[in-house]
């Protein structure tokens, strides 16, 4: 039975734009390089989905500002990597003409306007809230809640889209119906009012 939402909101990584493949190796690159830590990409999976602060954190590494920095200078090495995920595009050209867009990242707006702006993706998207916009974030339901406050949306007329145990969290502890993207993460199979194996199935239920 397909519902009538007004409000889809998404994440980014591993959602809109396919950057795990990146992500790990270049945080794997930064730990080998900088600290003479060696992980194998399996047991950085859990840096997918929080901010890289949290990250680095998890990784009980201090010095979190420059390790972030230097994070992000590695991902330049993989950046021709990073791609939008085949049928995005055209759903969000769908969707635009009836709902209201929106995006909650865990990307800073520095990182947002760095790795995502060229993919010209911005024009679908009315409001945006990256990892600056809130003190708290994901799995916290501050980035969601900020969401609909800007949006004026209530929670029952809003759905979010995500790849990671951290988006259904928020997306619950928001009350607000999530949406799996298994696209972005075959990995695991992560609770859900729907999973999606490729975009377009979003359109059997909205």
């Not at 591993?14 to 830590?37: F, M, Q, W």
């Not at 420059?66 to 939008?84: A, F, G, P």
């Not at 769908?94 to 929106?102: A, C, E, P, R």
Request: aromatic share 10%; charged share 30%; net charge negative.
């Amino acid at each position: 039975m397909k519902r009538m939402y007004k409000h889809i909101v998404f994440d980014v990584d591993g959602t809109l734009i396919d950057t795990e493949y990146a992500v790990l190796h270049s945080l794997k690159d930064l730990l080998k390089e900088e600290y003479n830590r060696d992980y194998k990409i399996e047991e950085l999976e859990f840096a997918l989905g929080i901010t890289g602060e949290a990250a680095i954190k998890q990784l009980e590494i201090s010095d979190i500002e420059r390790t972030v920095d230097l994070w992000n200078d590695k991902l330049n090495k993989y950046k021709e990597s990073v791609c939008v995920f085949n049928g995005i595009e055209e759903l969000l050209k769908v969707l635009s003409q009836n709902h209201k867009l929106g995006i909650v990242t865990s990307k800073t707006k520095e990182e947002f306007e760095e790795e995502v702006t060229h993919f010209g993706l911005n024009k679908y998207f009315g409001v945006i809230i990256c990892a600056d916009d809130t003190e708290k974030h994901k799995p916290n339901p501050k980035p969601l809640l900020k969401y609909m406050e800007l949006a004026n949306a209530k929670n029952k007329e809003t759905i979010y889209i995500g790849d990671s145990i951290y988006d259904m969290q928020c997306a619950k502890a928001s009350k607000v119906d999530f949406a799996f993207a298994k696209w972005g993460n075959k990995r695991q199979n992560i609770e859900a009012k729907y999973t999606l194996s490729q975009p377009s199935e979003l359109f059997n239920w909205i």
